[in-house]
């Protein structure tokens, strides 16, 4: 209840102070200072470590939801979170393993190694010997989530009073649905059971294996996997930054073609990095099913943007479930697709982005935005939020690299044999395998 008067005041405030603003934007014609309502809204959420802090870190990494003022800002709420202190630990343990919980772990480490939005990893060593992590969520999640994404959609309401390019109603849907899942630890080591059969032959990712004995539906203990962050790297030898940045593509993109399943959280926090330059993929939490239709309107879309094919676009965007649109506003889209897709449609080595920006695609999106705006807006399948946000992601991991690799071979490796029938078949068996559900 603290928690949610604390949100609501001051969202509340926030609303109360915009619409003045508005108000005095209409009655003597003044610009709406976005600048200054993006600061207020980060210094809202700042306080905040929690499902909505959460949320507007989605956002902010992928910048054609929100105009460049907003991503700016909201860039710049942290990651980490203050972890539980020990007696807390010791009482949410008790209730998750029972009271005698601290003898079926031969060490169990009083301090946090990691804390996060909706919880925190100890380290720990099993009565077998085996190094582990545990992963424990903060008390009350549910009721937090639920209090946030309520406050969400007033965030959203003040975004749309003066920009309505972009309705947000199928991302929040799409958020709430994806930050239910979170909550669910089942639900995650049944993920990371997919992930482990999905990529298993891929020797460049490693996933950690789940300990079912010493988990429940908030507490995940799995092995633990040790590796650097991604950041100890960005100053290595080229051959090495790239030997990450390929593991990292096929880390995500393996499964999304050949399974229709993404990771949709490419977080530093998410991953490490091993001194061989393979990767250990650590949060399965935020996991995408799409059907396989869609899947093949993503290799539609690479296919009519490389042969300048309006049809197959409209084909594209249509099967994405685009409502609507005129070839004035594909055209707009096309601005956006034809950046994500640039690095694969030039059979060459080249870094990810040629032209060295702060932000990776924030230029494009605000272009894109504004002339979506002008032709009275569009509504984006909730879809897009986790598939944007895993592109943007990951293509802010391979600038920072300064990768330099041929990215359409690497496409086209997954892509060429592509066919939407043996997708399907490979999808129902794997999903049925871990009792996860297909596509909503």
């Known amino acids: 209840?603290?928690?949610?008067?604390?949100?609501?005041?001051?969202?509340?405030?926030?609303?109360?102070?915009?619409?003045?603003?508005?108000?005095?934007?209409?009655?003597?014609?003044?610009?709406?200072d976005k600048l200054e309502h993006a600061a207020d809204l980060r210094a809202a959420l700042g306080g905040l470590k929690g499902p909505l802090m959460k949320v507007a870190q989605?956002?902010?990494?992928?910048?054609?939801?929100?105009?460049?003022?907003?991503?700016?800002?909201?860039?710049?709420?942290?990651?980490?979170?203050?972890?539980?202190?020990?007696?807390?630990?010791?009482?949410?343990?008790?209730?998750?393993?029972?009271?005698?919980?601290?003898?079926?772990?031969?060490?169990?480490?009083?301090?946090?190694?990691?804390?996060?939005?909706?919880?925190?990893?100890?380290?720990?060593?099993?009565?077998?010997?085996?190094?582990?992590?545990?992963?424990?969520?903060?008390?009350?999640?549910?009721?937090?989530?639920?209090a946030d994404l309520k406050q969400l959609k007033l965030v959203f309401a003040i975004y749309r009073r003066y920009d309505r390019a972009i309705d947000p109603s199928e991302i929040h849907s799409e958020l709430s649905a994806r930050l239910r899942e979170e909550l669910?630890?089942?639900?995650?080591?049944?993920?990371?059971?997919?992930?482990t059969r999905m990529l298993a032959k891929e020797d460049g990712v490693h996933v950690p294996r789940t300990v079912p004995d010493l988990s429940t539906g908030r507490l995940l203990t799995m092995t633990w996997l040790d590796g650097a962050p991604l950041m100890d790297f960005i100053g290595g030898d080229l051959e090495d930054r790239n030997r990450v940045a390929i593991n990292m593509f096929r880390a995500w993109y393996v499964p999304f073609y050949y399974y229709g399943v993404i990771h949709g959280d490419p977080h530093l926090g998410n991953y490490t990095v091993r001194p061989d330059g393979t990767i250990n993929l650590l949060d399965f939490g935020c996991i995408r099913v799409f059907k396989p239709d869609?899947?093949?309107?993503?290799?539609?879309?690479?296919?009519?943007?490389?042969?300048?094919?309006?049809?197959?676009?409209?084909?594209?965007?249509?099967?994405?479930?685009?409502?609507?649109?005129?070839?004035?506003?594909?055209?707009?889209?096309?601005l956006w697709a034809r950046f994500l897709y640039a690095p694969l449609l030039e059979d060459r080595v080249r870094?990810?982005?040629?032209?060295?920006?702060?932000?990776?695609?924030?230029?494009?999106?605000?272009?894109?935005?504004?002339?979506?705006?002008?032709?009275g807006g569009v509504t984006p399948p909730r879809e897009f939020v986790l598939m944007d946000r895993a592109a943007i992601g990951l293509g802010s991991v391979f600038?920072?690299?300064?990768?330099e690799i041929n990215w359409h071979q690497l496409?086209?490796?997954?892509?060429?044999?592509?066919?939407?029938?043996?997708?399907?078949?490979?999808q129902e068996k794997a999903l049925k395998e871990f009792s996860i559900p297909a596509a909503d």
């Not at 669910?184 to 992930?195: C, I, K, S, V």
């Not at 600038?399 to 990768?403: G, N, P, V």
């Open 184 to 195: 669910d630890y089942r639900r995650e080591a049944a993920n990371m059971g997919l992930y």
């Open 58 to 146: 989605i956002l902010a990494t992928v910048p054609d939801l929100l105009p460049g003022e907003y991503t700016a800002e909201l860039a710049q709420l942290q990651s980490g979170a203050p972890s539980m202190g020990w007696a807390f630990v010791k009482r949410r343990m008790a209730t998750e393993l029972g009271v005698d919980w601290q003898a079926r772990f031969k060490t169990f480490e009083h301090q946090a190694a990691a804390a996060a939005s909706l919880g925190q990893v100890h380290r720990a060593v099993g009565l077998e010997g085996r190094d582990l992590a545990c992963k424990l969520q903060y008390p009350d999640m549910g009721a937090a989530v639920e």
């Open 1 to 32: 209840m603290r928690r949610y008067a604390r949100v609501g005041t001051a969202m509340g405030g926030l609303a109360a102070r915009q619409a003045i603003r508005l108000a005095g934007g209409r009655i003597l014609g003044l610009p709406v």
């Open 294 to 334: 869609f899947i093949g309107a993503v290799i539609d879309l690479y296919k009519a943007i490389r042969d300048d094919d309006q049809d197959l676009a409209v084909h594209a965007y249509e099967t994405w479930g685009f409502e609507g649109l005129t070839r004035e506003m594909i055209g707009i889209l096309n």
């Open 351 to 375: 870094l990810i982005q040629d032209k060295p920006t702060g932000m990776y695609g924030a230029e494009v999106a605000g272009k894109v935005h504004r002339e979506i705006r002008r032709l």
């Open 411 to 426: 496409f086209h490796r997954l892509i060429d044999d592509f066919d939407t029938a043996a997708l399907g078949r490979r």
């Open 399 to 403: 600038l920072h690299l300064k990768a």
